[in-house]
């Protein structure tokens, strides 16, 4: 497979969330865009357009990256089948993000309109299925079934941590317990995946590849949790969306968590009432009674944690390639962290 | 895998619909289900009841009969790779149908509330996401990709059939060859992909499992077309659902627009008024036109030129213990026709 000019393909600027180590990546990333590009091929000539809409090339691809970096060898020139397994995951993430759009009739999603609001939600039902078909479709392309398993396990996974999700909408005794078994399920395993099978298809060995894996899960639990966060403590305009959407939709996020177990009994109630959907969300004051009760350094404190567990797995591999650049990468979610406090502070 | 007991995994009662040669599956579609509620195991407990809901025994298990059938050998005993092969089918025309039921705001199919009624939209999507992930996952655990990749290739298809059918809804010029590409994709591909895992599965050589493949395809054409037909011609009560519902939801199938194209002008303005939803349909006044044009007979043929190709392609094979059986589920096709015309005539 050529490498294609960077200059036509690599998305728009690097994604500014992880920062420097995504350099490293630029040509990787230019390869997989220009690979899932010749992918629409593959779709019938009837969904082309349809499809290629939801190859948003502004996407954060962080599991691609991952997939990259975890697999990363002796030169900087990506393998075809490390290109191929990001596209696999990526697909999946791209179909779960048209389903996600649908159900939260999102209108836009990084500044332009969602497929659900282009096509309107039957067709985006059907799409984001064809988006998955076609994951496993490239990923049964491997000698083995051993990434068709893997991806297919954990698609299964990552809808069924959307369904609790979805279920637990304006429920107001969620548990911390609760919550992390969610980011578990939704977030971690595809990060969890990507290093394994970046670990794997890169020729790592099952030791690295384990602790690479485990990296990848923790990195994806610190990732959601600071989503969480960036939900009340983000700068709009970069974060892309409105900030408060979780307290408007009833979705108790560990900010959210804290805050109602840290209030008195009064402004307790009121909250409960706001998340429940019978009271309107008083944002502002939310946000106020976050900095009087120190949400923001306990949440962080759990964003941290898990970095520090998905470091401590990669400790006995410092040697090998791959550690440094992943380790990049929690570097930067560790700056990302900092930089949501600053304008708040 | 222990044979289980029929008595208590049964589907309630043979399917009506295709007759004499369900009762020679009995044992396999007993064991299909036994497999698939064994599944649930597989899913996370928190969404394990909502899965044993979709697994619905009372569907016509018709995919799943194919890849028996198709693989029918020296015993009557289903192999465990059949079994696996069906469950994987089933599950991908499940999900197909959790989501289809999402699309048409269907309340009930089969006489029980939709999962989409039962769950809501949001995680009924989610659910079906969850089913065709299951269904990837089992096909992942043949010894090969090979069934992985011909169900997520046939899974693509069938999604954008369904696509293509839901952009062209209340569109007045659809043609016979946008309509037979429509059910090609949608429904004939899955029949088709039956037909080749049974026949390969089943140790049958490779121009057998092809004939056998051309076979389902084109039995997939002739029962969609009856499916169409059914909906203008069938008995409310045998077939569960109301009829016209293609003429509300302005979809153009072939029955309608063999109807349009033999309308004089003014009638088939009215007609495509109705079609485009611009005016209240007159399902009597149409049925009536139905019998003056001779639609019935017209939409018939479609239906037996398709079932006399599948069963031409069977012709060189029919020493081969598949063959008689597979064209008793084309004879069951022709009696069903045949009793849709009875009671309008």
Known sequence: MPVPSTESSAPA??????????????????????????????????????????????GKR????LV???????????????????????????ATLVHDDIMDAADLRRGRGTAARQYGPETSVLLGDAL???????????????????????????????????????AVNVTRADYDRVIELKTAELFRVSCLLGGRLGGHSADFTAAAAEFGRQLGIAYQIYDDLADFFGDESRIGKTLGTDLRSG???????VLRDRLPAGERALLIEEIAGRREPDLAGRLRQMGEYDVFPAVSEAVLTA??????????????????????????LRLQLKNLRAPAA
């Open 307 to 332: 970095l520090a567990a998905g470091e401590a797995a990669l400790a006995p591999h410092a040697a090998l390639a791959p550690v440094p650049l992943l380790l990049q990468l929690g570097g930067a």
């Open 68 to 94: 990259f970096l975890s697999g990363w060898g002796a030169d900087d020139r990506p393998a075809t089948a490390l290109v191929r397994a990001a596209a696999v995951v990526e697909l999946v993430h791209l």
């Open 132 to 170: 998955f078909a076609h994951a496993l479709y490239l990923a049964a392309q491997f000698p083995t079934t051993e990434v068709c398993l893997a991806v297919s396990d954990s698609t299964r996974k990552v809808c069924t941590g959307e369904i609790m999700q979805t279920l637990r909408r304006r």
């Open 13 to 58: 600027g690097p994604p500014k969330d992880f920062g420097a180590v995504f350099d490293r990546l630029r040509p990787h990333l230019a390869e997989l865009d220009s690979f899932l590009r010749g992918q629409l091929a593959a779709f019938e000539p009837e969904i082309r357009d349809l499809a290629d809409y939801c190859l948003d090339a502004s």
């Open 251 to 257: 979705k108790l996020t560990l900010p959210l968590m």
């Open 62 to 65: 962080i599991r691609p990256a």
